[in-house]
């Protein structure tokens, strides 16, 4: 299929019509409530519900929360579980309209017992329900529940690990995306970089990229379903690195808390340009400014706490110092080929200083480690 480059721009979060709905429950609770009997643990690789009695229940929100779904927009659920009870193994799900915990109706599907290992389960929501009403449910989703597998004992745990929420005759389009990060500014050690984002449930090395041609642009190619909204970050390791991005870059959520890139799934295969770890640009643009003749300057020490020096064969007439994000930091007129400079006041961190003589500029790169 054909490839275009692609510039990001900014976007509002839309969830896209009839798209998956999915609970990963790895590292959390995914914003889900006790339902009553139990209590829910976010755990490494599934969320633990602890037991109090066999009607131990859990629910996708409180009271006030609302899918703004309808029951006619899917057909199927999936569920990933792990029941280690010898009980009788059936569980429940429920469907809630919004604000009421009173279930519309409920279907109930076989679990295995005595597991060691996660199993996954599937209910069509177009067969008619266990309890409740004698057709399928379509009218509006507020919430889901869950009921523990029948049998389990007081203190007795069962794993719930996913849950999707799908339409299996919804045709969806997609697209391959390639996203790349260079990482030649990054001044924390890694080994391999990563995509996290909304479409793999932020689960950390789920998307690892690759350096094939060892120029240090890291890629990886995603196949997303087109028109979809995501949101999504780079980081290293399993999150062990993540980088900082700007709120005010064109190409974020502006969410100055959790600041995360936006992109809205183009209809064809896409190659976005490589853009520079914390920023919306390349790296060669962070600064904006272009290298020429002047190469002769020293800047020492680096990394430095207190005072840069700078030294250079011919008159330096003025120099700026931009962060990671080319915002300009400080900025002066010197005229003179030896100087210092202040920086006992900056954070720690990646600098860029741009020196300017009467007939060519130049920049490099200096680290503050107070």
Avoid: H
Avoid at 9 to 20: D, G, K
Avoid at 131 to 146: A, N
Avoid at 165 to 177: A, C, F, G, M, P
Avoid at 332 to 361: E, H, M, Q, R
């Amino acid at each position: 299929m054909k490839k275009f480059y692609l510039v990001l721009i900014c976007f509002t979060y839309i969830t896209s019509f009839n798209s998956q709905i999915i609970y990963n429950w790895q590292n959390s609770t995914e914003g889900w409530v006790i339902g009553g009997d139990c209590n829910l643990t976010a755990q490494t690789d599934a969320m633990a519900m602890r037991l109090f009695s066999s009607n131990a229940l859990m629910r996708s929100g409180n009271l006030s929360a609302n899918l703004g779904v309808n029951g006619s927009d899917y057909n199927s659920v999936e569920i990933t579980v792990k029941n280690p009870t010898s009980g009788s193994g059936v569980a429940r799900l429920f469907i809630y309209p919004p604000g009421t915990n009173s279930d519309t109706c409920y279907y109930t599907f076989p679990v295995d017992t005595a597991m060691s290992g996660f199993s996954t389960y599937t209910i069509s929501l177009d067969s008619m329900p266990s309890g409740g009403l004698s057709s399928p449910y379509d009218g509006p989703i507020g919430r889901f529940g869950l009921r523990a597998p029948w049998g389990g004992m007081n203190f007795d745990t069962i794993f719930w690990k996913k849950m999707v929420i799908s339409n299996t005759n919804q045709v969806i389009d997609s697209s391959e995306v390639t996203f790349r990060v260079d990482m030649n500014q990054v001044t924390d050690s890694f080994t391999n970089p990563e995509v996290n984002s909304t479409f793999n449930s932020w689960c950390g090395n789920c998307n690892a990229m690759s350096d094939s041609d060892g120029d240090n642009i890291w890629d990886v190619t995603v196949s997303l379903p087109t028109g979809d909204t995501i949101e999504y970050k780079f980081s290293a390791d399993s999150w062990s690195i993540q980088e900082t991005n700007d709120p005010t870059g064109s190409c974020t959520n502006g969410d100055p808390n959790y600041t995360n890139r936006v992109l809205v799934i183009p209809s064809n295969d896409t190659i976005l340009t490589d853009v520079c770890w914390g920023s919306c640009d390349s790296c060669s643009s962070v600064i904006g400014i272009e290298n020429d003749e002047l190469n002769s300057f020293r800047i020492y020490p680096n990394p430095s706490s207190n005072f840069l020096n700078i030294s250079s064969n011919v008159e330096i007439s003025n120099f700026i110092i931009f962060n990671l994000f080319g915002k300009v930091i400080l900025q002066d007129s010197v005229n003179t080929a030896l100087f210092k400079i202040n920086v006992s006041t900056f954070s720690n961190g990646p600098y860029f200083i741009y020196l300017k003589d009467l007939k060519s500029s130049t920049f490099k790169k200096f680290i503050i480690n107070n």
